[in-house]
């Protein structure tokens, strides 16, 4: 709590180590990768930039050959107004935004220094984000990597399953094993949503993943968009610049997302689907909803029996967006006046750079242009609609 608010971060994150994660796998796993050696790197930069020193804790390594290792990760950088990259040129660091460092291990071996992270931020709840160990090249071992970060997000958000959240990761790859693990994992008080990890190309309104949903609906799971680096929308088209890639990737990757489920007749499909996008930024919502409303009429290609008009989903009490702190007040004021107090929830990206750990609370909690009540609704309200009563 700060200031009298309760607070329910809507967007933070977690990067398990092998080390974390090793204990959880199956025996089947752990015969076929014996010794992880050829499938892991030293993790030498943590989420919020800090440089580690030996020894190093390991990061999982498994090319699927989705992407080719491009989207803003890859392909030597090119600063902006010269001709191509430079000679050796590399990515750099991000720069972290906050004052202070989050404190080590948090995002990884020991859910109590999270804890303690939050109640210095005064926040009550976090929803963490994690990539449930997609990526392996080979569908049967890629299911036992999921299962296992589930089993380690079961361990971690144990510590204190009232304050640590979490998602079930799912994949169009296997429908049948997605519902098992939404059933598996879903009546467990730490999972509050699914997260769907699509392949390239594949769109989250087909048909297909309608079991899932269903499933989803039926343990009370919301359904989260967060967009990343690898295959998100326009990623070869970015004049191979890293600037523009995290600039325009994760809103655009959103803006489809949004197109898609609205646009499909989702909503209508599921009366108890809620859909919410993280990281993604937020100002662009009035805008969208505008143009999806007179893009539908002029262009089609939507769902020729919607219910509602795009924005009417947009608006209707089923979707939420989370915030993100550098659009600040006056963009967070324009986005309520427009569309309503019911849409945004806070989001900080704890522990990344981007946060502004250990001020993240504060800034919204002094937006003195909403009211009081509107701030509630940002800071807890919105995202226990959307998430559920922790």
């Known amino acids: ?31 076929r990768y014996p010794d992880f050696t050829d499938y892991q790197s ?49 990515r750099h660091r991000q720069a972290f935004m906050g004052t202070v460092l989050p404190t080590d291990g948090g995002g990884d071996w020991d859910p109590k220094l999270r804890l303690k992270d939050m109640d210095t931020e005064g926040q009550d709840v976090h929803f963490i984000v994690h990539t ?3 990526g392996n090249p080979e569908p049967d071992m890629e299911r036992e990597f999921v299962d296992a970060e589930h089993a380690y997000m079961d361990w971690f958000c144990g510590a204190d399953a009232t304050r640590l959240k ?20 879903g009546p467990k008080k730490w999972a509050v949503a699914v997260h769907p990890s699509l392949p390239i190309g594949y769109p989250i309104d087909h048909p297909d993943l309608d079991p899932v949903w269903a499933a989803a ?69 009035p805008f969208w909803a505008k143009r999806m409303d007179d893009q539908a009429v002029y262009m089609g290609y939507v769902n020729e029996h919607l ?12 979707f939420f967006c989370a915030t993100v702190l550098h659009e600040g007040e006056e963009v967070a004021k324009a986005v309520t006046d427009l569309i309503g107090d019911h849409v945004l929830m806070l989001g900080t990206d704890y522990p990344h ?12 909690v002094g937006w003195t242009s909403l009211t009081e009540e509107q701030r509630r609704k940002l800071l807890w309200d919105n995202p226990v609609r959307f998430f559920g009563e922790p």
């Open 166 to 185: 979490s998602c079930i990761t799912i994949t169009p790859k296997d429908i049948e094993w997605s519902i098992a693990q939404i059933k598996k994992w």
């Open 307 to 318: 219910e509602y008009k795009l924005s009417e989903y947009m608006t209707g009490g089923r």
């Open 132 to 134: 449930a160990g997609v």
């Open 1 to 31: 709590m700060r200031n009298g608010f309760k607070v329910y971060d809507a967007d933070t994150h977690i990067k398990p180590t092998v080390e974390s994660v090793k204990p959880f796998l199956s025996k089947k796993a752990l015969d």
């Open 217 to 285: 609906c039926d343990e009370n799971l919301a359904v989260i968009h967060h967009s990343f680096a690898s295959g998100y929308p326009g990623y070869r088209d970015l004049w191979d610049n890293p600037f523009i890639g995290r600039l325009a990737g994760h809103p655009w990757g959103a803006m489809r997302a949004v197109a898609a489920v609205f646009g499909s007749g989702m909503m209508d499909k599921f009366p108890t689907f809620r859909y919410g996008v993280l990281e993604s930024g937020f100002g662009w919502l």
């Open 42 to 90: 030293d993790n030498k930069i943590g989420m919020a930039s800090e440089i580690f020193e030996p020894p190093f804790r390991h990061l999982f390594r498994f090319r699927s050959g989705e992407g080719g290792g491009e989207g803003w990760g890859g392909g030597k950088p090119r600063i902006l107004g010269e001709a191509g990259p430079r000679e050796n040129a590399s």
């Open 353 to 364: 750079c981007e946060s502004r750990f250990p001020e993240s609370v504060n800034i919204p």
